[in-house]
T-cell receptor, first 115, second 112 residues
């Protein structure tokens, strides 16, 4: 069965420190991959996407993610977090063979930033 | 450009009442999605449309839920009758084929 796993439910990081959020997926073929961020009371905002090509993708707000086919992973990173990065982060996976746009979301990782 | 617009932002109603949630997708987007978000179940896809036609409604929890898209710029999600377990945040999203989904700010629904 297709699945998306975000192993970390909650991460606390100090402002200025680096951040890495994990995402693993289980699909039969190369999927499309996304990271979204959700601030309290808001909808989901796209951070970055991977469709094909370069496996290291850059996104907004200084985030990047790397697609590793051998590990079925798409981890999100930021070298230095800001207090405004406190939010919930969702990894999402889609398959072009499965009706365009239908996504499966991970359970999310809540990021807390301490001074 | 305006994003996906949902209304109302908040809805509080009593059990048994009909609830209608509304969504205006981004102009030019031909896919529209309805999601439900709860603490227990996370983000669930309820139904999605392509060119106003429902493609997959397998996520609709039961017959009390229905969704329509009468035209390219408007969709509704209706719950009748509503129950307390329907309390959640409901999101609408839209996209063009080959592009990421854009989400609205959601409707926070509370059924008393």
């Amino acid at each position: 069965a297709q699945s998306v796993t975000q192993p970390d439910i909650h991460i606390t990081v100090s402002e200025g420190a680096s951040l890495e959020l994990r995402c693993n997926y289980s699909y039969g073929a190369t999927p499309y991959l996304f990271w979204y961020v959700q601030s309290p009371g808001q909808g989901l905002q796209l951070l970055l996407k991977y469709f094909s090509g370069d496996t290291l993708v850059q996104g907004i707000k200084g985030f990047e993610a790397e697609f590793k086919r051998s590990q079925s992973s798409f981890n999100l990173r930021k070298p230095s977090v800001h207090w405004s990065d406190a939010a919930e982060y969702f990894c999402a996976v889609g398959m072009t063979t499965d009706s365009w746009g239908k996504l499966q979301f991970g359970a999310g990782t809540q990021v807390v930033v301490t001074p | 450009d305006a994003g996906v617009i949902q209304s109302p932002r908040h809805e509080v109603t009593e059990m048994g009442q009909e609830v209608t949630l509304r969504c205006k997708p981004i102009s030019g987007h031909d896919y529209l999605f309805w999601y439900r978000q709860t603490m227990m179940r996370g983000l669930e896809l309820l139904i999605y449309f392509n060119n106003n036609v429902p493609i997959d409604d397998s996520g609709m929890p039961e017959d009390r839920f229905s969704a329509k898209m009468p035209n390219a710029s408007f969709s509704t999600l209706k719950i009748q009758p509503s129950e307390p377990r329907d309390s959640a945040v409901y999101f609408c999203a839209s996209n063009r084929r080959g592009q990421p989904q854009h989400f609205g700010d959601g409707t926070r629904l509370s059924i008393l």
